[in-house]
């Protein structure tokens, strides 16, 4: 768990880290006490503090931005996966196959490495938007960054005039037509219904291609509709069990790779089993990214299932008022607290407000 490494603040309390000891193998547990996890240096209260207040932090900014793609019928999906189990691959044969299946879809990505621009260079060659967010020394996407990279997308910056045109005349404009409101765009608005914020966006997705790590991403609330597991099958069948905590918190599980399983010995339904007893309703779909095998599937998932699709106006209405008021809240603190400048080592980008923790610790897999 990255959340508490790098902590400073040593030597003032007493570890208190033994771990637990298997009687007869003399295996060792340090994920048994009450943080289950380990950090040298801190109690384990100390550490169940720290991580509260660091993950604290992080979920005001992903609650922000569950609302802010909200506002702008964004439906975001988080993928995460140990490295090379083929997430931009996958990303890149989705962006092409929606080109053909569903050309009104607008498709955005976020990708998240530690270092290079590969993965953005890859899917910006399809066509689609993306930005790259290299985290450094950090081992996963925070909240924080994914808002500063939602801001960067242009095709954001275009929704945002919609977006902000619509959030201040619906305070009045619910009684009657007659109101001239200057909407910029000229769409039509029936305000007796409930689809109209969707009568000028297409629907829209935005990937954001986690950090290559099936640990603590897990932890990390970006503000996503759905956390995305994908498993390729050259990994082995037994890493939801392993990990359990990634495939608790994902959705829907990919298992990927599936053209090689003449290769292998990987048990497919075996896999299964394990990823449903940690996780009873997790979906799961077999896909190759590479021979298009399982596609349509996925596309369907990805299509089918929102629930913005069906929401009332009420709803969309108040999360449209409400990112108004957020998005109006964070520029006046922006103008108001300007960020000092980041020194070199604190580069792992720390949720605000006065965390002073230095989050992440890579290879957090070993
Ligand atoms: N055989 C096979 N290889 C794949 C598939 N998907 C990805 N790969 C390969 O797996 C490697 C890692 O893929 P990449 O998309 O970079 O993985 P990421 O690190 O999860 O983004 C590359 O060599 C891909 O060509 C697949 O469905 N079948
Ligand atoms: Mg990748
Ligand atoms: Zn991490
Ligand atoms: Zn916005």
Redesign the pocket.
């Known amino acids: 768990m990255c959340v508490v490494c790098g902590c400073s603040e040593t030597g003032t309390s007493k570890p208190d880290s033994s771990p637990e000891v298997h009687p007869a193998t003399g295996d060792l547990h340090f994920g048994a006490g009450p943080a289950r996890v380990s950090v040298p240096g801190l109690t384990q209260q100390r550490t169940i503090k720290i991580e509260e207040d660091v993950l604290g932090a992080n979920n005001v900014i992903a609650t922000q931005n569950r609302a802010h793609f909200a506002a702008h019928g964004v439906r975001a999906l988080n993928l995460v996966?140990?490295?090379?189990?083929?997430?931009?691959?996958?990303?890149?044969a989705t962006i092409h196959a929606l080109k053909a299946h569903a050309p009104n879809v607008d498709v955005a990505v976020i990708e998240g490495d530690q270092q290079t621009s590969f993965?953005a260079d890859?899917i910006r060659a399809t066509g689609a938007p993306a930005i790259q967010v290299n985290t450094g020394k950090g081992c996963h996407l925070d909240a924080p960054m994914v808002a500063q990279a939602f801001a960067q997308l242009s095709t954001h910056e275009h929704a945002h005039k919609h977006s902000h045109a619509h959030a201040h005349p619906h305070d009045h404009s619910h009684d009657d037509d007659h109101h001239n409101h200057g909407h910029e765009y000229g769409h039509h608005h029936d305000h007796d219904h409930g689809h109209e914020h969707h009568s000028h966006g297409a629907q829209s997705l935005l990937f954001i291609?986690n950090v290559?790590n099936l640990v603590c991403p897990a932890l990390w609330d970006l503000g996503e509709e759905a956390k995305v597991a994908?498993l390729?099958v050259t990994e082995g069948e037994d890493k939801p069990l392993k990990y359990p905590d990634m495939f608790a918190a994902a959705q829907l599980m990919i298992l990927?790779?599936?053209?090689?399983l003449p290769h292998l010995s990987f048990d497919v339904a075996r896999c299964k089993d394990y990823a449903r007893r940690v996780n009873p309703g997790i979906t799961i779909l077999e896909?190759?990214?590479?021979?298009g095998e399982g596609m349509q599937a996925w596309l369907d998932w990805l299509l089918e299932a929102p629930a913005h699709h069906h929401h009332a106006s009420d709803e969309q209405h108040a999360r449209q008022t409400r990112i108004a008021q957020l998005e109006a809240e964070l520029a006046q603190l922006k103008a108001e607290n300007p960020e000092p400048p980041r020194s070199p080592a604190a580069r792992g980008s720390l949720p605000p407000e006065g965390a002073r923790f230095a989050l992440g610790r890579p290879g957090g897999e070993s």
């Open positions: 996966s140990s490295p090379g189990s083929g997430k931009t691959t996958l990303l890149c993965d890859r291609e290559g994908i390729s990927n790779k599936i053209d090689l896909l190759s990214a590479t021979t």
